[in-house]
């Protein structure tokens, strides 16, 4: 008898008896990024910001007072400067970042490289510009046109930087840029007294003032005058419950051996009150490396402290005082 018919069959029958596959779920779309500015236009997907490459921690651990006089860490240098050489790509250190320049403007939520107009402006990192054009609304500030011709970039990680006072601007909303790019042109447009770029970090909450970080901690260090990169200092001057205080004077004593005189010195003001929304109320960029002393002065007391400054890196200390 032929038994393949009935082989046949029986295959016929355990197929049709066998689970109906599930079919391959469907991935669900990335969702759009909405932007900050006044027609809340949305990015299209293939516009997201690029990632910066991580090559340094963004957030270090802060320093322990009760363990060692300092820190000396990584720092997170991240950011390229928007002034490249010929151009004055150094911090104007009379009206640093907090600062009130001795009481004379508003508490500053940047920093200013001073250079005349038309000097290119370049992007600190690679992003996505999400504003460019006159600050006809107050967004970025409480004031319209405090800003003047604006570009703003979102960068990777919630990390936003300000290029502010333009004479010109080179990209359009929605551009994406790659670190380095030029921008702009410095200008005087806004309420800039004196051609310069006012140039601002922010976190998070972009639209708000109070999010924004002291741009010489997120800056690649210069180069020093031997050819070796400069380094950074972040103080925290706190109190016994360990809150940071309000307006504490200091000076910052270079000493190339700690028994000499001191080489140069700086004198400075902790941020303003308004600005104490960090983990730290003073920060100082392009610092030689070497032997620093601090001298803090606050309710009639005085405190001291030696630090040690290394190339490309940021040395953390925290002052307690009462």
Known sequence: ???????????????????????????????????????????????TPTPIPPKLTITPQACDSSVADFCTTDGHFLLQRP???????????TYRYASTADGRRDPHTGVEFLNKFGTPVHAAGDGVVIFAGPDSQPIYSPWRDYYGNLVVVEHADGLYTLYAHLSKILVEHGQKIAAGEQIGE???????IGSHLHFEVRRREVEAESSTENPELWLVPNQGEIGSPLGALQLSVIDQTGQLVETAEFTLEHHAIQSQAADFVYYETTYHEKMLTGEENAGIGD??????????????????????????KLTEAVIVVK
């Open 186 to 192: 410095v200008g005087q447009t806004g309420v800039a």
């Open 83 to 93: 002034i490249h050489p010929p151009g004055n790509t150094s911090v104007d250190v």
């Open 1 to 47: 008898m032929n038994q393949a018919p009935i082989v046949f069959l029986a295959l016929l029958f355990l197929a049709s008896c066998a689970p109906a596959q599930t079919p391959e779920p469907v991935p669900t779309p990335m969702p759009t990024i909405i932007v900050h500015q006044p027609t809340r236009t949305t990015i299209p997907p293939t516009q």
């Open 287 to 312: 610092l030689p490396a070497g032997s620093y002393r601090i001298l803090l002065l606050y309710n009639g007391n005085r405190y001291e402290r030696w630090v040690e400054v290394e190339s490309d």
